[in-house]
């Protein structure tokens, strides 16, 4: 995985919403949607505890590694599922460049403050 510009990814980030559904804590993008039900977990801090390639699987397809992030986070309960049991997250495979996609993900591992725990 190149680099990337986290700067550029916090854009990226912005334009795609993701704060919708994902609170950043220390940012000061609008809170998540409350009629979404706080539908996606924290991303604070993400950065140190994942590499490159778990973002990029994500974002591009978040059916690959639900079950597995259901299994350590144990919030099936918060809403994380759809009534399809498929992950209310959105892939992102069709919409992103690469570009944007190596940015955000430089981003993301950006996030190394901001208590997110597993
Ligand atoms: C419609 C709501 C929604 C949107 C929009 C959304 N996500 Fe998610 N996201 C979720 C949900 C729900 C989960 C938890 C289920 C899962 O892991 O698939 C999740 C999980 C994640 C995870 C894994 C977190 C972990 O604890 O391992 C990352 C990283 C992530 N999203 C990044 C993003 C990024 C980046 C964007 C914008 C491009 C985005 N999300 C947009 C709902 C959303």
Redo the contacts with the bound molecule.
């Keep these: 995985m190149p680099a990337g510009d986290h700067h550029t990814g916090r854009q990226v980030?912005v334009d795609?919403?993701?704060f919708?559904?994902?609170d950043v804590v220390g940012e000061n993008f609008p809170a998540p949607e409350a009629e979404?039900g706080d539908?996606?977990?924290a991303?604070s801090g993400?950065g140190g505890m994942h590499p490159a390639e778990y973002?990029v699987e994500?974002?591009i397809d978040?059916n690959a590694s639900?079950a597995w992030?259901l299994k350590h986070?144990k919030d099936e309960a918060k809403g994380?599922l759809g009534a399809d049991g498929t992950?209310?997250?959105?892939s992102?495979n069709d919409s992103m460049t690469v570009r944007q996609l190596i940015d955000?993900v430089a981003y993301?591992k950006s996030l190394t403050e901001g208590g997110h725990q597993h």
């Design positions: 980030f795609f919403e993701c919708k559904c994902h979404q539908v996606g977990p991303l993400m973002f994500t974002i978040p639900v992030r986070h994380y992950s209310k997250m959105p992102y955000l993301l």
